[in-house]
């Protein structure tokens, strides 16, 4: 079945410092990838996507390029701050027929220190 | 434009009870889904539904259920509570879940004591 895997965390960087989250998945067919961010006490909410190979996701700074050959979708933000501080998570959408469900990876959680 | 709203916000239930969520979607969004989030699994698909018929579930215990109406409004049902089913359940929807253009609701969070 379809899996996403990602970078274990927690991840404890300082502000300004460069980020990667890395992500890869094992899907058939062509699905649809995303980032995926969880504030405390919140659901998720939308960061980023990519719905074909060799697209670039961006958002707020972060961006992430779908890699058909290495099946990956790595997050990166060049200069991280104090709200980016945060759980985020990759994952993918497969269509099979009619069914449509988003497989999660197990999430990374960022603290950014001032 | 409204986000997507689920109540309640927190419920305190106790084992072998049984408990409704109620997710009201965006409007115009005819797909909704539901996912379990707990420390142990991650986020874990339930179910989605699009034009009031379930087309896609997870792998949860019968227990577990759900419905939509005309309008798109969703509830989902645990029976008899247990308590590894203390979670925070979350809805998403869709306009009609291709593309995978979710938008996620700030989720129910059940306790089971």
């Known amino acids: 079945g379809d899996s996403v895997t990602q970078m274990e965390g927690p991840v404890t960087l300082s502000e300004e410092a460069f980020l990667t989250i890395n992500c890869t998945y094992t899907a058939t067919g062509y699905p649809s990838l995303f980032w995926y961010v969880q504030y405390p006490g919140e659901g998720l909410q939308l960061l980023l996507k990519?719905?074909?190979?060799?697209d670039k996701g961006s958002n707020k700074g972060f961006e992430a390029t779908y890699r058909k050959e290495t099946t990956s979708f790595h997050l990166e933000k060049g200069s991280v701050q104090v709200s980016d501080s945060a759980v985020y998570f990759c994952?993918?959408?497969?269509?099979?027929?009619?069914?449509?469900?988003?497989?999660f990876g197990s999430g990374t959680q960022l603290t950014v220190l001032p | 434009k409204a986000g997507v709203t689920q109540t309640p916000r927190y419920l305190i239930k106790t084992r072998g009870q049984q408990v409704t969520l109620s997710c009201s979607p965006i409007?115009?969004?005819?797909?909704v889904s539901w996912y379990q989030q707990t420390p142990g699994q991650g986020l874990q698909f339930l179910f989605e539904y699009f034009s009031e018929t379930q087309r896609n579930k997870g792998n949860f215990p019968g227990r577990f259920s759900g419905r939509q109406f005309s309008n798109s409004r969703s509830e989902m049902n645990v029976s008899t509570l247990e308590l590894g089913d203390s979670a925070l359940y979350l809805c998403a929807s869709s306009p009609d879940g291709a593309t995978g253009g979710y938008t996620f609701g700030s989720g129910t969070r059940l306790t089971v004591v």
């Open positions: 994952a993918l959408n497969n269509f099979r027929g009619s069914a449509r469900q988003l497989t």
């Open positions: 409007s115009g969004h005819r797909s």
């Open positions: 990519a719905t074909k190979a060799d």
